[in-house]
């Protein structure tokens, strides 16, 4: 009699770390609130000094760039605290067609920044835990809404979010 096993498939992928993100939206005012507030067990892009992460938010109206701001770079952790907040403007009717891009940045002083990993959070959301962090907060006006998000690879989000292709 054969035994069956169910394995939880990762797809060979290397765990990028993970994002703790908060969003909110207050209608009156038209602005799109965002707390980055930490990062977890970050793939470590320099082995000799740890990583320095940050983390850049971009927000994309349809596919179109349309603002880009980033936290400060926290040096030599793979856990950093940020509790940063920003601020982007989205009119109401066009909330339906934001999408945030959150991509996490190794610092590098000598060459161009490493790429960790990257979430789409907003009409191209790069995946379920994203598309439910948005609904969330448009149930939820004026309240913020708080939700750990795993990273993606480059290659993931480009594949099934449109926004993702629109950023750096």
């Given at each position: 009699?054969?035994?069956?096993?169910?394995?939880?498939?990762?797809?060979?992928?290397?765990?990028?770390?993970?994002?703790?993100?908060?969003?909110?939206?207050?209608?009156?005012?038209?602005?799109?609130?965002?707390?980055?507030?930490?990062?977890?067990?970050?793939?470590?892009?320099?082995?000799?000094?740890?990583?320095?992460?940050?983390?850049?938010?971009?927000?994309?109206?349809?596919?179109?760039?349309?603002?880009?701001?980033?936290?400060?770079?926290?040096?030599?952790?793979?856990?950093?605290?940020?509790?940063?907040?920003?601020?982007?403007?989205?009119?109401?009717?066009?909330?339906?067609?934001?999408?945030?891009?959150?991509?996490?940045?190794?610092?590098?002083m000598k060459s161009s920044n490493d790429f960790i990993g990257r979430i789409v959070i907003g009409q191209y959301?790069?995946?379920?835990?994203?598309?439910?962090?948005?609904?969330?907060m448009l149930n939820t006006h004026r309240t913020a809404v708080e939700q750990w998000h795993s990273l993606r690879?480059?290659?993931?989000?480009?594949?099934?979010?449109?926004?993702s292709l629109e950023v750096t």
């Amino acid at each position: 009699m054969g035994t069956c096993f169910a394995f939880m498939e990762k797809k060979n992928e290397v765990e990028l770390g993970e994002l703790l993100l908060s969003l909110n939206y207050l209608p009156s005012a038209g602005r799109l609130n965002v707390d980055v507030i930490r990062a977890k067990q970050l793939l470590q892009t320099d082995v000799s000094q740890g990583s320095d992460p940050f983390v850049k938010i971009q927000l994309v109206h349809g596919l179109k760039l349309v603002k880009t701001k980033k936290t400060s770079f926290l040096r030599g952790t793979i856990d950093p605290f940020y509790n940063e907040s920003f601020s982007f403007k989205v009119p109401q009717e066009e909330l339906e067609n934001a999408s945030l891009v959150f991509t996490v940045f190794g610092h590098n002083m000598k060459s161009s920044n490493d790429f960790i990993g990257r979430i789409v959070i907003g009409q191209y959301s790069s995946g379920p835990s994203e598309s439910n962090h948005w609904r969330r907060m448009l149930n939820t006006h004026r309240t913020a809404v708080e939700q750990w998000h795993s990273l993606r690879s480059r290659a993931e989000c480009d594949r099934v979010s449109p926004a993702s292709l629109e950023v750096t």
